[in-house]
């Protein structure tokens, strides 16, 4: 069968769990809705993301594979090419598959396979387009001069390559056309409108055993433990005696495989649950019953989903000027605090846990963050390509 678009991935997106799964998903939706036909094609190691269907198995590998790449120290998305210098056959086996799809356009999610660029040409394929789909400028983001000189490498070598680049925030936009970049488009993050039926939060409201819920949600990317402790210690006496703030997905193991965790975890018992990655229906009835979202972002790049879903969930919320990236217009909305300051951030979270309130925001006010807002003219931007 052959497409219009082969999508090359780095994670699957069939049960997406983290913000980068859930912005690729709703990409890839966002195409196959408009008649465009995709061939998503993620490449990943099946131990760190263990749930993906038949489709995305091809290019998963096991524990072995994975355990060779990263024992000494390289990284799972900057040395991400390693897979095929280490498994030649991978290579050999993606290449025919995109030759199969005969595609018109090759999407790169992130810049960790910009390494193919020269196999597709030798391929055959120079005469695609190609799209780099960009979530951070990730060279920003790497701890070591070694690392950020490695990556933006492999992202100047996709904007120089890309027919088209796409960005998450303006800023980010702004140092793609500084690297040379032919066009450059801006898709935000956006999120779903959650609802939880009736028996579902009557459930969770018992599980919780009745008591009111700040919630956290974050993936394990250093940046979300790293805010969290940044904010919420020396003690998070922000959280009364019948309350507790929940934290629910990846970052739950940063946290807990943490010293700072470790010396403080008397005072967390008291104040926090800590309940890892959730299914979506129990995350609906989360944010139902949350009296307030919390966003303790203090590092990190790009722009958070979780901003938007704690948005769209219309209640109170309580974040940091760096969580608001990329959603600079809603930071003075009804029912938005932000502090920089642990102190006062913890203060917002303790008074409304204590007194209420009522974010007075609706609907209206944040329809433009749903991904069908968002992504609307996305469609018609491939399709551009596919035609041109």
């Given amino acids: 069968m052959t497409y219009d678009v082969c999508y090359i991935g780095i994670y699957p997106i069939s049960k997406p769990y983290h913000g980068g799964q859930r912005r690729v998903r709703a990409l890839v939706d966002a195409l196959i809705d408009s008649g465009i036909r995709v061939d998503y094609i993620p490449i990943f190691s099946g131990v760190s993301y263990p749930e993906y269907d038949e489709k995305e198995r091809e290019f998963a590998f096991g524990r072995d594979l994975h355990t060779a790449l990263f024992s000494d ?42 390494a193919l660029l020269s196999d597709l040409r030798e391929s055959g394929l120079e005469d695609v387009k190609i799209v780099y789909s960009s979530q951070n400028v990730e060279s920003q983001l790497m701890p070591s001069l070694h690392d950020r000189k490695a990556a933006e490498k492999l992202e100047r070598d996709l904007v120089e390559a890309a027919d088209l680049v796409l960005a998450c925030t303006r800023r980010d936009a702004d140092i793609y056309v500084k690297w040379g970049a032919r066009k450059v488009c801006v898709f935000g993050n956006g999120h779903i409108r959650r609802h939880a039926s009736e028996s579902l939060l009557r459930s969770w409201r018992h599980e919780l055993r009745y008591q009111k819920i700040a919630i956290f949600t974050g993936s394990a990317h250093p940046p979300n433990a790293e805010g969290f402790f940044r904010m919420f210690l020396p003690a998070p006496g922000c959280i009364p005696p019948e309350a507790k703030l929940v934290v629910v997905g990846g970052v739950c193991d940063l946290i807990t495989s943490s010293p700072l965790y470790s010396t403080n975890r008397a005072i967390f018992a008291e104040t926090t649950l800590l309940i890892g990655r959730q299914e ?27 901003t938007a879903e704690a948005l769209l969930s219309l209640k109170p919320v309580v974040g940091t000027s760096k969580s608001f990236s990329g959603f600079e217009d809603y930071a003075t909305l009804p029912g938005v605090n932000i502090s920089d300051d642990p102190a006062e951030f ?37 399709k551009s390509l596919v035609s041109g």
């Fill in 346 to 382: 913890k203060q917002h979270i303790r008074d409304i846990l204590l007194f209420g309130a009522n974010s007075e925001r609706d609907f209206d006010d944040v329809r433009n963050l749903t991904w069908d807002t968002i992504l609307r003219a996305y469609p018609s931007t491939i």
């Fill in 73 to 114: 120290g390289r990284k799972l998305d900057l040395h991400a090419y390693s897979i095929f210098d280490a498994e030649p056959s991978y290579k050999n086996s993606l290449l025919a598959r995109i030759n199969r799809c005969s595609p018109k356009v090759i999407i790169f999610e992130q810049p960790w396979h910009s």
């Fill in 280 to 306: 979506e229906d129990a995350l609906n009835a989360l944010f139902g019953l949350a009296e307030v979202v919390v966003l303790p972002v203090t590092s990190g790049g790009g722009s958070n989903l979780k």
